[in-house]
């Protein structure tokens, strides 16, 4: 049996370690430096082992340890290329393909025209602040279709897609991280232009540039007032806005990005000869549809959402699957990524899907309120059961922590949820309305008072809510109130122009 001294095992084992470190990585650099001090703790070892092993260990030993270096450069030899990577402080990882370069390029271009005060070339399309799928891939879709469509012409656009949610809070919603991986596009969605990201204000930002293009949702957010608006697709209600516009679409579809891909498909076979369409993008849009639409069999779906998603299916690598098919498949996938929010906080679930602006009342002393929106797809109780303390008041808190973050007058949570029928066995869906007024931010005691009693009696005298207190309503605090109902369709699209009436008619 072969024993070491101390002197010996601490060369022997420095010897393993540096050679342990070296076996799985890669780069010329790197192996040059391990291999310098593999050969070093080798040195280190043959000289201490000598004088413990016979010499046929020794040239063993030697042998072995040898063996794995001429390995890790096999290794190297064989490896597939890998994306370049770039270090920033969360080591990502650069996309690959025609899209994810375009896009990562697109941002480069644009911090560098900000840089060179060059931004009023700039056209900024931008989704709305809730930042899901839908708004997601409008937006680039139209942002690609206007680069591409002009670039051969005499007057070429630039266009940047632009997320109004903080980079932070894009993987809250999961389908949206699965559709992006999919699509082969940079991890920590480094391709993409967030709002944080953003290196000017928007309020100042807005005054220089040539102009936005605003997808799936009718009006800009007051930040972005003083940009011309330039283009609209929505399947909202119109709001108004943008007068001028071109083009200018409202419809009643199921999915913005059908409006926005119909637009790009119709334009780009006009042109003298087409530009190419990535087939990550056209994935994107699939997929967008897909999720909006129920795989296309949700009774939203509109002919337009079947005529274009078969449009695109057939210009993509799925062109010879079955349109109902593939749909199905994408709806099934992202919807069951989009369910995974079981590790989300309370603050994550307000903030995944959050949607606040300003809004003008009469009050001359209160020109302007803040209004915000979150979506949620849990019970209170349930998300009270999230919280540290799991109690009612700790909700609360949170609530107030993060509304306090946006300088929000008057929150307003929108829960859904399902319960069986016990005697049927079938779920039906269930909703919530949490109301909060602060006090803190733009109105006073008595202001806030009056406008939690105004909000208030909208919500319960809507006759399509038919709206009855939540079980727990003694437990709640001053200026807040939960109101559960059953109204199948009542999301924020309905509640929302519900109590912005009220605050404008507030006084």
Not at 41 to 65: D, E, K, T
Not at 266 to 290: F, N, R, S, V, W
Request: glycine letters at 4%; aromatic letters at 6%.
């Amino acid at each position: 049996m072969i024993s070491l001294s101390e002197p010996n095992a601490v060369a022997y084992h420095a010897y393993c370690r540096a050679l342990a470190q070296g076996g799985d990585r890669q780069g010329k650099h790197e192996t040059e430096r391990q291999e310098r001090v593999v050969q070093e703790a080798r040195l280190n070892a043959q000289h201490h082992l000598a004088l413990s092993f016979h010499v046929p260990y020794l040239l063993l030993l030697h042998s072995f340890l040898a063996a794995p270096s001429k390995h890790r450069h096999q290794a190297q030899a064989q490896a597939p290329l890998q994306p370049s990577r770039i270090q920033p402080a969360n080591a990502i990882e650069t996309g690959v393909g025609h899209f994810s370069e375009w896009s990562r390029a697109t941002k480069k271009e644009f911090l560098i025209d900000w840089q060179k005060g060059s931004i009023s070339e700039w056209t900024i399309v931008q989704g709305n602040e809730g930042g899901d799928l839908d708004s997601m891939v409008a937006a680039l879709t139209w942002a690609y279709h206007l680069e591409h469509s002009t670039q051969n012409t005499s007057r070429p656009i630039k266009a940047i897609a632009l997320l109004q949610t903080p980079t932070d809070a894009l993987d809250l919603r999961p389908e949206n991280k699965l559709a992006l991986q999919n699509a082969k596009m940079s991890t920590g969605h480094s391709d993409l232009l967030t709002l944080d990201e953003l290196p000017e204000d928007p309020d100042t930002l807005a005054r220089d540039l040539k102009g936005i293009v605003i997808v799936d949702h009718p009006k800009p957010l007051r930040k972005w007032g003083a940009a011309p608006i330039l283009s609209i697709f929505d399947h909202h209600q119109d709001a108004g806005a943008g007068k001028d516009a071109e083009p200018r679409v409202f419809e009643k579809v199921a999915s913005c990005t059908t409006l926005v891909a119909r637009q790009m498909l119709d334009e780009l076979e006009q042109l003298p000869e087409e530009y190419h369409l990535p087939h990550e993008m056209l994935e994107l849009i699939l997929g967008a549809i897909a999720i909006d639409s129920g795989g296309l069999e949700d009774e939203n779906t509109t002919n337009e959402d079947l005529r274009t998603a078969s449009r695109i299916l057939k210009r993509s690598r799925w062109s010879d699957r079955k349109l109902e098919k593939a749909m199905q498949d994408l709806d099934e996938k992202l919807s069951d990524a989009k369910k995974d929010l079981d590790d989300l906080n309370v603050r994550d679930l307000l903030r995944r899907d959050w949607k606040g602006d300003y809004v003008d009342t009469p009050s001359p002393q209160t020109p302007t309120v803040m209004l915000g929106f979150s979506s949620i797809p849990y019970s209170l109780d349930s998300q009270i059961l999230k919280t540290e303390f799991k109690e009612l008041f700790d909700w609360f808190a949170i609530e107030a922590a993060w509304t306090a973050q946006e300088g929000t007058d008057i929150s307003i949570a929108l829960n859904k949820y399902k319960v069986k029928d016990k005697k049927t066995g079938e779920k039906h869906k269930i909703r919530e309305i949490v109301l909060v007024v602060r006090s803190d931010v733009r109105i006073d005691e008595v202001q806030a008072d009056a406008l939690f009693k105004t909000v208030s009696e909208a919500i319960e005298k809507d006759p399509t809510l038919n709206a009855k207190p939540w079980h727990r309503v003694d437990e709640l605090g001053r200026r807040q109130m939960v109101w559960t109902h059953e109204r199948e369709d009542a999301g924020r699209k309905v509640i929302r122009p519900i109590i912005e009436r009220a605050v404008e008619s507030w006084d």
